[in-house]
């Protein structure tokens, strides 16, 4: 029998676990890393960066979320796609007409899965080259409601800044789903079928932009506007109001080692200091390479669209 002091204690756990999760996001653990270098504990031969997708609470209603079956996650690629890049020079995101290549390599295998947490099926995806893009896992559904967020291991490659570049950092903004029903196609689902965690490329310059729903959300600067990719994210089936993860992606950001990688002395961006460059997914590869197929190439049976 519990005491009450382990009671207490118990429940004060219990409590924490649902505030947090009732307002955190599907994220990557390790969020931030130093260009050509690993996590200097693991794998330092390697170069890759052991890391964790955190999913920190399945669908909504937020009172009683619907336990979560998986998720998918799709990194940029500008091999086989032409992902959209800004630049941030002091002075917000500006469109870059500029290849992938002139900020960063390697431009596709940014990432590859490890293992499950706690779902039995799992699978990469791949572009037509065989360049791995992404994973996604699933199974049984998981239930959230009080307890530890799911971990989904994998690697994150090694990626080196362009020596040539003005860059300081590279962000690489991820399109994430996380789905707590398979049996109603992510195009035409609501927050408690699906959550998306989706990059939307909202600056200047983007050909397109402003993207945003039917209905606009000031307190949350969505717009009046079309939507960027077939799974952007709405709270309703008819795509009128955007929903919980809408342009609220998972991000990992490299840092130029200055060290060994100076910035050339032309570089005026943010005081001299070097600009910041983000790398979204393009629309086409949101669309092709986000929903789940039995083989990596998006080919074979149809788990989720």
């Not at 998720?71 to 941030?88: K, L, R």
């Not at 903004?173 to 408690?192: M, N, Q, R, Y």
């Not at 959550?195 to 606009?216: E, R, Y």
């Not at 997914?281 to 092709?288: H, V």
Request: hydrophobic share 35%; aromatic share 10%; proline share 8%.
């Amino acid at each position: 029998m519990l005491s009450q002091n382990n009671y207490n204690y118990l429940l004060a756990a219990a409590v924490l676990s649902l505030s947090t999760n009732a307002f955190a996001h599907t994220r990557l653990e390790i969020s931030s890393v130093m260009e050509g270098t690993s996590n200097p504990a693991t794998h330092a031969q390697s170069n890759k960066v052991h890391n964790y997708l955190t999913i920190s609470h399945g669908c909504p209603p937020a009172a009683s979320r619907n336990p979560s079956m998986g998720t998918s996650v799709v990194f940029p690629n500008a091999i086989s796609y032409t992902p959209i890049i800004g630049v941030n020079s002091g002075s917000g995101k500006v469109f870059s007409n500029s290849p992938a290549s002139s900020f960063y390599s390697p431009l596709a295998g940014l990432a590859t899965l490890i293992r499950t947490g706690v779902w039995e099926n799992s699978g990469v995806k791949v572009d037509a080259l065989g360049n791995i893009d992404g994973f996604w896992a699933g199974g049984k559904p998981y239930r959230q409601k009080v307890s530890a967020p799911v971990n989904v291991e994998f690697y994150s490659n090694t990626v080196t800044i362009a020596p040539a570049s003005c860059a300081r950092t590279v962000t690489f903004e991820l399109a994430i789903a996380d789905f707590c029903s398979v049996s109603v196609p992510g195009t035409i689902v609501k927050d408690e079928e699906v959550l998306f965690w989706s990059p939307i490329p909202n600056f200047t310059g983007v050909p397109g932009q402003p993207f945003g729903a039917k209905v606009a959300d000031a307190n949350r600067k969505i717009p009046v506007g079309p939507s960027f990719s077939n799974y952007d994210g709405y709270a309703d089936a008819a795509h009128t109001i955007a929903g919980d993860g809408w342009n609220s992606p998972a991000t990992i950001t490299v840092k130029r080692d200055l060290a060994n990688n100076p910035l050339p002395k032309n570089c005026t961006g943010n005081g001299g200091l070097g600009d910041d460059v983000y790398v979204y997914p393009s629309a086409e590869q949101i669309n092709k390479e986000l929903p789940i197929w039995s083989e990596e190439n998006q080919t074979g049976i149809n788990y989720w669209k």
